[in-house]
């Protein structure tokens, strides 16, 4: 009896866990009830979409934006810093690559010290700036762009659904997006992996969800690095 006793409650709590992943919405592709538990952390709990394949964190337990901004103010990426410059020509140098000189872009997430644009602006390339926190102008999103990037971005935004949307009707045609961001490998390799650490990263990407966002868009996708993606607008 008490052996019976302990399963009927173990599968309780096993419906109850399962209707409560279901009911969890992905930001991404908005899939309702398609989403399972990735990994469960200590502070923090992770899902992934089984439509797109994206792995995020439970929405509450997000940081609150004070303590967001917090976390943001502490990154010290300086123009002179010839580590981060290296670490931006990842994404610059195959982004470049075929730009006419003049076409313009747009730096999205550029964070309190636009690095990545001055380079883009010193190769003759100008670049207009948005950031929620640091450059929040909304009518850079009035425009239409040659090239648009994302650097270190895509794994903060609370919506990526809607932001991703927004920034590839922003783009012209034949244009380009570049985005870089850790990927996801596998369950394993999640459980230990540090860039889930930093309690602003909320979304984290894999090859498979940015070629399902490619099919979703019509774009060609291009993997320059393990870490930087390009989307080609046809």
Known sequence: MKFQKFEIINNIKHQSEKMNIQQIKCPLCKAAKKTTLFHRGKRRNYFQCLRCSLVFVDPDQFLSKKDEKAEYDLHLNLPDDTGYQN????????????????????????????????????????????????????KVFEKQY???????????????????????????????????????????????????????????????????????????????????IIFYKI
């Open 146 to 228: 040659d090239f648009i990037t994302a650097t270190e971005v895509v794994e903060h935004l609370h919506d990526p659904g809607k932001e991703l949307d927004r920034l590839w009707t922003c783009l012209k045609p034949g244009g380009r997006l570049g985005i870089m961001t850790k990927l996801v490998m596998d369950k394993k390799a999640f459980a230990s992996w540090h860039y889930k650490r930093d309690l602003t990263h909320v979304c984290f990407f894999s090859k498979t969800t940015f070629k399902w966002l490619a099919e979703l868009f019509r774009a060609e996708i291009t993997f320059a690095e393990n870490d930087a």
């Open 87 to 138: 670490f931006l020509k990842r994404i610059i140098v195959p982004m470049q690559k075929g730009l006419e000189k003049g076409s313009s872009g747009l730096d999205f997430g550029s964070g309190p010290g636009p690095v990545l644009s001055e380079i883009f602006k010193k190769a003759g390339f100008p670049m207009a700036l948005y950031d929620r926190f640091y450059a929040p102008d909304l």
